[in-house]
Every structure is written in C-alpha cells, then in structure tokens.
C-alpha cells in the first residue's frame, strides 16, 4: 500500500500541473475548515459565515449563537426538524407573552373550528408572522407578515362595530388602536375608564419603590454597618474612598458586607470582581429581566456581555467596548440609582431621542428632583420610562428590561405615562414620530381616536339599556 | 361503536371511578359492582355526556353558591367581566365556564374541546362557528330538554359532537344576561331554567 501511495505520490510531483492542484486542493480545504469550524465552535466571529440573511434588530445580538434557536436538543418535546425554532421562541417570549396577557395564544386556536382559518394563517405558529433573516420582508416589532393580517378573521367586524366600517385593512394595529398580542393598554373597557383624562394629571408620580420586600433569595435586611465594620480580608488593599462609597449605600444600611458579594474572609474566595450571579442572588428579578433586554440577552445565553461598538443605535464611540453587565449602570461601590436613571445611559446613547432628553421638560423634572426642589417621584428620567416599576407580589420593583415596555410601545403608555399622562394623550404622543425624537419635548400633534370610539361604544350601550327599561 | 384514543379512555375511566366510587358506599352495592366498568369501554357520547355532567356541576355551584350568594350578602366582591382590571371582582360563571375550556385546550394530553354556544351570544366567540353547531343550537330551541348528537369533519378530522342545553341555572345568569349592554335587539328576556344556549363537547373519532 505504501510503495503504491508512493508511486502516485511521485507521479504527481513529476506532472507539470502538480502547483495547480495543490493549490487548489489547499483553497478547498481552507474553505472546509473555515465553514467548518464555523458550524461547530461556540459562538463567536467564525458563525458569520452560516448567517443565512441579516437578523432582526431583537436577535441580532445572539445571532452567532445558532443554537439558541436552532438546537433541537433543547426543545422540550426533544429534537424536532419543524417545531425547533417555534420552541425557542417560547423559552425566551413564552413568560412575557403570558404577562402581556396575550390576546391571541395559541391555545385560542385550538378549537378544532379554527382548522379553516389556520389552513390561510397558522396562528399557532410564531414563525407564521415572524421569520428571521429576511431583512427584505421585515416590518417593525420582527412582522413579517403583510400588515393587513388582521382581515383574514376579522373582515365582518364591522358588524358589531359600526365605527370600524371603511377603515383600511392595514390599519389595525396602528398606534392606538390594537395589537396582536399586548392590549392591556388598548381593550375597550380600559379605554372608556380613562376616557375624559385631561393631558397632564393632577397628582403626577411615579409609584415608590419597595427595593427591601421586593429583595429576593435567602438574604434579609440586617443591621446597618459601620465603615470599621468592613470584612474583606485584612491582605486586601482596599482604597478608602471605596469604603467610604460603600458605608454610604443602602447595601451598607441593610448589612450587605464586602463578602456578601467578593467571597470569603480567605483570601483565596476573595474576588476583585464581582459577577452578575452575585447581584442575583437578592435582586433575582432585576436580574432575570435585565437578562430578557438587549442589555443582557448575551449573557443570558452564555456570551460575552454585549458592548456599545455592536449597537446598532447610535452610540458615543468613547464607550464603544463597555461591558454592559450590572456595574456598566451601577458602577461600585456607590451603585448610585439616580446615575443609573439617567446619566449612565447617556453616557453610550447617541441616538436622537437620546440627545434630545436633557432639553426635554421632562429631564428639567428630573433635575428639579434631584436638587430637592420637586418631589420625590415627580422626576422623569430615563429609567422612568424604560425601566418601569412593576407592582409585584412582594412589592414595586423596577423592570430592568428596558425593552419590555417597546413591545409595543403602548405598554409604556399603561405602566408608565399614565402615571401622570391621560391615557388620550399618552397613546397620541406615543403614536407620533416626531414627538418620539423629540424625547417628547413636542406635544403630540394628532389625537388617536380609540379612547373617544371605545367611549361612544359604552355611551351607546347604555343609552340602549337605558331605553329598554324604560318601556312598559 | 366508535373507539376511542388512549387519553379519551384514561379520561373516561377516571371519570367511572369518580362517579361509581361514591356509589360502592351506598347499602345494597357491593365494591365489585360499583367498581367494574362496562365491558368494551364507553361511547363517545358516554364520555361527552360524562365530561359534561362534571362540567355543567362545577359550573353551577360557582353560579348559585358563589356568584349569588355573594350578590344576596350585598358583598363587596362582585363577579364582573373586566374582573381582572378590577379590585374585589372574580369572574363571572361563563368566563369562569371558558377559562377552564382554555385550560383543557391548553392540554394536549385531553382529549377533547367544549365550548359555549348561543344564538344570542354576548361574546362574539360563543356565536355558532360551523353549520353543525348552527343545526345543534335551533334543535335545542325547537327540542326543550334533549340534547343534540352528531358528527361533522374539521380539517381532515372527524368529530363527535354533543351539545347540550345551557340554562339558566340562578338568578345572576338571566339577570345579568338580560342587563348586558352586548345584548342585541332581538335578545329574549330570560328567566329560571330558559335555555340561553348550548354547551358544545366535541371529542376527535
């Protein structure tokens, strides 16, 4: 076998185009191990090569790990070729979905007289109005779908709603009037009770925080600590503004010691850094939502922390390869919440909404708040808006998923601006471009008519009801 | 007889021992008896008239010993539809009726569907959807107190359907019912036992 080998071998070195096929044989394999290699290392630069098509704006940040969506191996019902991707869908939206109270789960289609309307649009199936890849047919919020999808089972709505009658098909989810999933801010009860809100609402404020009830994880309140009470190990150089900054934080006030977060007394459990898992051990659900945003999607699947250069909102070049983890915003040891609100986003955000803030009425609110001059709660920064405080089960917490609330943006119009907005105004500002760049410095300049439809509709029925009653 | 799927058979043995356990402590039945099971398994029209015996029971002790004996002590949590949005309000009888059919639906290891119906629907979701359940809901008009049987094909499937009458089982039913602004023109004034429409199960043969 050698001698054979050998002789081909030689043969092929004496032909006059052995150069050329070395050469080729050497691109091909170049190109097998780049592809190659590719396909099976953990994500990184090298799984570019396998991106089918630009990726949505909401994965593009996860999209060199295929397998967050691709991997059937994790698919709860074990490896599937057609329901993969409908599986990871779920992981990550599943819970949100249930939370915005989903208008159209997929359990509303299970009625086997849906099998008709299924056959023209499998509403069971995410993928049906959300493909990834096919940045050609991509509407906003991931659709796409042809906008008018609400006519293939709602055409006749006219029936019951008059009002509707001669609206364009693609009108539908428009600001202000509906959306396929998320209607907590748009269901026609919720509209009639805010009908008659004036623009700016007498009692403006945002409910307070309950930072201590809402902790989670084994870790209560204790004692506060003293600055003398600081228990790193006693070989660690610690500065003294740092434990200055640290005797002056509420993780001082409610006993949070140095090793609490950096390990042990020993040194050899001491830990310079501090990682997220630390953090989440009492603020779980902080945590848990920061890892559902685009802040922290990357290291929810295991990648390294997302940083500004891969944005692809404008961003401040100076902070281009910031590690956007829990410190980015509550840099130690201060973990100042009013910078975190406010300064620590400008700090990357270039964006036009961004820059327009600090002129906005609303930054001079903040300002206002911050020197003491207005009360606690009047302020609008930026976490106001994007990072919302949910009332949980043990208390206001603040939603550190700054995307929740852009899933449509009428969500932000129910758990934030109604705060001290009217609801009319509320979805009207958030339905204008123009007062979106401005950061809302410019009133709204069109009214959406929904909360004034859904009013007339209620004013009807009771008018009816009234006259029922009163015949003999 | 037509048979029936696995989960179906679960579902309707564990209905037999619910519904004949009670029955063995009963003088003059012995546990034998009561707890052997047909030989050859249960009709789908068994299994629906089954299911919708435990459904229709559930449904009515919400209605009559909740819903209304909250409204008699003049409580201050009232059933009401937008209960989710509202303090002190729990759902009324047909949402709770519906989210228990989601629940089923949400299942896949059921079985089976049900569902509301009415010529009068309040819920634009509960109005007939295919022309079986049309044909069911005027025999149960025309038919006061028979249930209605058939069998109709949904996208390459064929189902057993059962639609039984829906009525007024307590005072909240009509006079809410009568009271909502959904109501049409042509809405009839309900009182006691009047049948406001069908209760629909619908088993896959």
Not at chain 1, 277 to 304: I, N, W, Y
Not at chain 1, 417 to 422: D, E, K, Q, V
Not at chain 2, 107 to 124: C, D, M, V
Not at chain 2, 163 to 180: G, K, L
Request: proline residues 6%.
């Amino acid at each position: 076998m050698s001698i054979q080998i050998r002789s081909i071998w030689n043969a092929f070195r004496q032909s006059p185009h052995a150069p050329k096929w070395l050469t080729w044989a050497a691109i091909n394999l170049s190109i097998a191990v780049y592809f190659g290699f590719g396909l099976v290392a953990p994500a990184s630069i090298s799984s570019t090569a396998w991106l089918p098509g630009e990726t949505t704006h909401g994965h593009y940040q996860i999209e060199l790990d295929c397998n967050a969506c691709h991997d059937p191996g994790r698919s709860a019902d074990g490896p599937s070729g057609s329901d993969v991707m409908q599986d990871a869908c779920i992981r990550c939206h599943g819970e949100q979905l249930d939370l915005a109270k989903d208008t159209h789960p997929a359990k509303k289609f299970r009625d086997p007289t849906n099998a008709e309307r299924l056959a023209v649009l499998d509403a069971q199936n995410c993928l049906s109005c959300h493909q990834e890849h096919v940045p050609e047919q991509t509407l906003t919020m991931g659709l796409t779908m042809p906008a008018d999808y609400c006519w293939h089972c709602h055409q006749e709505v006219a029936d019951s709603r008059p009002s509707h009658r001669d609206m364009a098909y693609d009108s539908c989810a428009t600001a202000g009037c509906h959306n396929y999933h998320d209607n907590r801010a748009l269901y026609e009860k919720y509209l009639d009770d805010h009908h008659g809100q004036p623009d700016h609402l007498e009692l403006a404020s945002l409910p307070r925080r309950s930072t201590a009830a809402s902790l989670s994880g084994v870790f209560r309140p204790d004692r506060p600590l003293g600055i003398d009470e600081a228990d790193h190990p006693p070989a660690e150089a610690v500065d003294q503004r740092v434990l200055d900054d640290w005797a002056t934080t509420a993780h001082a006030l409610a006993g949070v010691n140095c090793t609490h977060c950096h390990g042990g007394k020993d040194d050899s459990q001491w830990s310079e850094t501090v990682a997220m898992e630390s953090c989440q051990r009492c603020h779980a659900d902080q945590v848990a939502s920061f890892q559902t945003g685009k802040h922290g999607m990357r290291l929810a699947v295991g990648m390294p922390a997302m940083t500004p250069d891969q944005a692809r909102l404008p961003m401040h070049a100076g902070q281009a390869h910031a590690k956007l983890d829990c410190n980015a915003c509550h840099p130690g040891h201060r973990f100042d919440t009013q910078f975190a609100a406010a300064e620590a986003c400008l700090q990357c955000h270039a964006d036009d909404h961004s820059l327009a803030y600090r002129d906005s009425s609303h930054a001079t609110l903040w300002q206002d708040e911050l020197a003491g001059s207005g009360a606690v709660g009047s302020g609008v920064s930026c976490a106001t808006c994007h990072l919302p405080r949910i009332d949980g089960e043990t208390g206001i917490w603040v939603n550190h998923d700054q995307n929740a609330s852009l899933r449509p943006n009428e969500t932000m119009a129910r758990q934030v601006c109604t705060h001290c907005h009217g609801l009319e105004y509320s979805l009207s500002a958030l339905a204008d471009p123009r007062s979106i760049t401005s950061c809302f410095g410019d009133a709204p300049t069109e009214r959406i008519e929904s909360v004034q439809m859904a009013h007339q509709w209620f004013e009807q029925r009771r008018a009816k009801r009234e006259a029922r009653l009163q015949k003999p | 007889m037509m048979k029936l799927n696995r989960n179906q058979q679960l579902a309707a043995a564990a209905l037999s021992v619910c519904t004949l356990l009670p029955l063995a402590a009963l003088p003059g039945c012995t546990s034998s008896e009561a707890s052997s099971t047909p030989s050859g398994g249960i009709t789908p029209q068994q299994f629906a008239d089954g299911v919708h015996a435990v459904m229709m029971a559930d449904r009515t002790v919400y209605a009559t010993h909740v819903v209304t004996n909250l409204q008699k002590q003049d409580a201050p949590v009232k059933a009401f539809e937008y209960w989710e949005d509202t303090e002190n309000s729990i759902p009324l009888p047909a949402q709770m009726f519906r989210m228990g059919a989601e629940l089923v639906d949400e299942n896949p290891e059921a079985g089976f569907t049900y569902a509301l119906r009415s010529k009068w629907p309040l819920n634009e979701q509960h109005q007939a959807k295919t022309e079986l359940e049309q044909t069911a809901l005027d025999y149960l008009s025309d038919n006061p107190g028979e249930n209605f049987y058939g069998e109709e094909e949904l996208g390459d499937q064929k189902y057993f359907v059962a639609v039984y009458p829906d009525r007024a089982v307590a005072e909240a039913c009509w006079s809410c019912h009568n009271e909502h602004p959904n109501r049409g023109d042509d809405y009839p004034e309900f009182g006691k036992d009047d049948v406001m429409g069908g209760v629909l199960v619908r088993v896959p043969l």
